[in-house]
């Protein structure tokens, strides 16, 4: 009577019609930007937006990036 969900959620994510080298860039691209992600969120304070606020020049970045934002 009831249907598990599982099977349509996961063939959501992983069906695809790209062809086989669109599947490899996207790979590849995922292989590059998830190392490189995965410590900024570990370490924020020195890897993510901690070290803008070090690097900064401006008395108050946090006042900064409201004005900028809007």
């Known amino acids: 009577m009831f249907r598990d969900p599982a099977p349509a959620v996961e063939t959501r994510l992983t069906g ?3 062809p ?3 599947v490899l860039i ?3 691209v995922g292989d590059v930007f998830l190392p490189e992600g995965v410590p900024k969120f570990l370490r924020p304070d020195q890897l993510g937006t901690g070290r803008f606020d070090k690097a900064s020049t401006l008395p108050s970045p946090a ?3 409201a004005a ?3």
Request: proline letters at 0%; aromatic letters at 6%; hydrophobic letters at 40%.
């Open 26 to 28: 996207r790979l590849y």
């Open 20 to 22: 086989g080298a669109v």
């Open 63 to 65: 006042s900064a990036g």
């Open 16 to 18: 695809t019609s790209a």
């Open 68 to 70: 900028v934002r809007g």
